[in-house]
């Protein structure tokens, strides 16, 4: 059992301990505070640099033939002055001043000069970067073009000027846009002369103008889709950096020190420890994220960005993405002390955290596509689904919340998975002393000595795992076999239907399953595979009979409150109930349900808090994991209640069999009431009391019965203290 006195005197010794090293506290508090400011001094500066450079510079243009070099600098030369800009609209921006190039009282910009040159050979000198452009023309096509206005062409012959650049050289590709533009300019004046002179007005060439595009999107949100690519980047990596220090030294560094050994033998379990230490690697990362997130917000608000001209800062996000970084946080603590603590030397330990550089960059790389939605897989995809997230908020797009919860939970999930196996590392031996194959020690199946079940956080490790292979098979699945759910009169083959709503529930025992032969467990005691006595069938039928009505009660509810929406999906689950012959649909929609979540959530995880005893613990652990494999969010806060009563009913009894009654009943007798239209029409959010009453009376009464009633069962009650007498082990192995 976990000691919270042991937990934080562990914490506050790491602390301090963390806290007098010179390089954490650069790392954790100088750097994130310093980084911003020094980082867009610098930026502004080199933008600074970098534009008067561009400005300044001459760039040389060759002419061909050589022979038009003068005719052709005379006649460009008027058009390669600096653009002009009115005086009076300096203050209205670059985009107002740009449309001033017509009126009066103007003052040049500094722009970039174009001079053009001789040159024998221009592609030679071209490709060597000698010349920056060649301005090719037809030969003759200037004869006479001193004077433009008695320039003659040929009927029905437009001539074609050609302009060479080296598109990889970047002089060069300025000199081409700037040539470019000249003769663009040049092209119009000649037009104008020509109009003026047949008494012609602008007018007759250009019959309408396009208005100048109005942007409609609010200053938060230009400003968040420039800010939400890049700056999640920056948070999670700073996230890593700022764990990586205190991770390392609290595992590594004290075997190299020779301080963990008073640790050893204290008397603190391993799990205390891990929790110590965890807390304070996480204290650490979370003071990096807090400090960078307000060194950036405090930047632009000391600098002036967030009052430039159609960008605005958008600060509501700020709030939201500090929340999504916390489990993020938690995250990496835990998988930087669980690899960290494999190793031997400082040396070795950077070796192997260096993967958790490398896939977070992929996740972050995956977020960095424009185009893409935090949708499916993506939405529990580990780094990634925050990334995506948070480059959400910063678009201030609204109905986000089911989308955070799936962010959050799934993260948190992650991460007490990942300090769980972080304590269950460090309380090897092999680890603690050093050996070279910890790894292979702790992994290898061969080593696994064999136990009646398994301990807690290998239960949740295994969940968490279950959830994302769940997620993705079912979203995979039903994209491939479904198409486009919300495509009107899409049927798919009842095949494809049954295997792209159902199939997925088989991951949930296929999980529970493969651990138990990898870890070498007994299934009946990983499982609960026992008969209970006859309390425990009662208190199943009388909970299966009566909870289809609260389920029932709950969404006249939620859709008298508006939650419950319109779903394709629900469209799909019609012909199953209405249509399907009924063995059928109870065998898809009741019993394949009831066997494959209560295998993973009743019987090993649950199971698996036992030798803690720690009751409430594993009924809300159970319930919270139960919810989130019923979608949409809507749902869960239905399902999670049922699954502490399912919870409570599988604790009570020892034995998996009643909650797998129990769920059949509920999700069977839905079936039913749903095929057989029992009850009509609700009206209201209320369900008739006649009705409602006696349900709350028969589940009152079941869940009466559910207490104690594995004390019937004299079976159950030995095999409760047998068990950890099999294995003297499996006690302190479950709590690491």
Known sequence: MIQLSKVSAVFVKECRDVFRDKRTLFATIALPVL??????????ELLQYTQGKAQSETYAVAVEPAADHDAIAAWLEPHLKPRPVEKADEEA?????????DRPHLQELPAPRIEFVADADPLTSLREGRIQAVLRLQPGLLQGFAEPENWRLKADETPELEILYDEAEHRSARAERLVRAALVRAAEALVAGRLERQEL?????????????????PPEKVGGSRLGTMLPLWFIFMLITGALGPAIDLTVGEKERKTLIPLIVSPVQPMDAMLGKFLCVSAVALLNAF????????????????????????????????????PLALLFSAVMLAVSSLATNYKEAQVYILPVYILPLFALLIAAVPDLELAGPLLVLPVANTSLLIRELFLGREGLGQAFAFVFSSTCLYAGAAVLLASKIFAREEVLFGSQSSLRLLLGRRYLRPRPTTGVADGLVLAALAFPLWFYCSTTLQQTLLGDLATPGAAPASWRLALGLFAPLLVLLAVPWFAVWYMKLTPRETFGYRLPGPRAWASALCLGGSSWVLGLQYNALAQHLGWIKHSPLGDLLEPIVAEWPLAMSLALMAALPAICEEHLCRGMLLNSFRATGRRTLALVATALLFGAF????????????????LGLLAWESRSL?????????????????????WIGEIEGPWLPASLLAPALAVFALGTYLAFGCGKTDPESAATAHEIPDSNPGAQRESLT
Do not use: C, D, Y
């Open 35 to 44: 980084m911003w400011p020094l980082m867009t001094l610098l930026m502004t």
């Open 93 to 101: 921006g670059p985009k107002e001043a740009a449309k001033s190039t």
């Open 201 to 217: 007005g602008e007018a007759f060439l250009v019959p309408f103008r396009v208005a100048e595009p109005t942007n409609v999107a």
């Open 291 to 326: 400090l960078n997130v307000s060194s950036f917000a405090l930047t632009i608000a000391a600098t002036g960005l967030h009052r430039i001209e159609g960008f605005q800062f958008p600060w509501s996000a700020l709030p939201a993405t500090l929340l999504l970084l916390l």
């Open 630 to 645: 019923h979608l949409p969010l809507v749902r869960q806060p239905l399902a999670a209640s049922l699954g502490l009563a």
């Open 657 to 677: 069999w009643p909650s797998v009654l129990f769920h059949f009943l509920h999700n069977g007798l839905s079936v039913l009431v749903a095929r057989e239209a």
